[in-house]
């Protein structure tokens, strides 16, 4: 089993959707939370990070469940540039004050005109 | 501001040989990750470079090796390649510190191994 799991998808949906992609942690240890999104060839870039009081970024929120050990992302009022991957990643093993960042394999969104 | 850089961007080799990919840290950052990411997957871990020691290692073989250097850059080598080394390589710069701070990822180091 991977630590961090996500559904790959795709998910595609209609322009002016609301999508919404979960992912599951394994490592209770797990200290930080974040989405980043990819786009086709490109690097991984920050989108949001996730907090236990759940936190909004425009018509993305995130949300943190400790004790079901998953995070959640919730795209409203979707538009074709949202389309792209979307990475869960966790950080756990403080080690010499470094952070162990694990991602899972991603979420495909397609958003259709 | 200039953020994570890498090189090359591109690169062909054959099965059996050596390769070192390079990578400059964001501007204040002191921690370097490299990720190995296959096609249709997510990065994954290879190892963390903090004050010029690997501190952090994932399940990748002896044959992964880095280096960083006093400047805070560094280098991931790989040699005997095997032609299930071919995938994107990724250089994310971090600030050490009490709280996980976000990794900032360079454009990677696309590896093709023939």
């Known amino acids: 089993r991977k630590e961090v799991e996500q559904d790959p998808g795709p998910f595609n949906v209609p322009e002016g959707a609301t999508v919404a992609f979960n992912c599951t942690y394994s490592n209770s240890a797990s200290q930080s939370f974040f989405w980043y999104r990819q786009d086709c060839r490109k690097e991984p870039k920050l989108l949001m990070s996730?907090?236990?009081s759940g936190n909004e970024d425009g018509r993305f929120t995130a949300q943190l469940n400790r004790a079901s050990q998953y995070i959640s992302l919730l795209i409203r009022d979707s538009k074709l540039s949202d389309s792209a991957t979307y990475l869960c990643a966790v950080t756990r093993g403080r080690t010499s004050g470094t952070y162990k960042y694990i991602f899972g394999t991603g979420t495909r969104l397609k958003v259709l005109a | 501001d200039a953020g994570v850089t890498q090189s090359p961007t591109h690169l062909i080799k054959t099965r059996g040989q050596q390769v070192t990919l390079r990578c400059s840290p964001k501007?204040?950052?002191?921690?370097v990750s490299w990720y190995q990411q296959a096609l249709g997957q997510g990065p994954q871990f290879i190892f963390q470079?903090?004050?010029?020691?690997?501190?952090q290692r994932g399940n990748f073989p002896d044959r992964f090796s880095g280096h960083q250097f006093p400047n805070y850059s560094s280098e991931l080598n790989v040699n005997a390649l095997l032609l299930g080394d071919s995938a994107l390589y990724l250089c994310a710069s971090s600030l050490s510190g009490s709280g996980a701070n976000v990794l900032t990822f360079g454009a990677g180091s696309r590896l093709t191994v023939l």
């Open positions: 470079y903090y004050e010029e020691e690997e501190r």
């Open positions: 996730v907090y236990s």
């Open positions: 501007s204040g950052h002191d921690t």
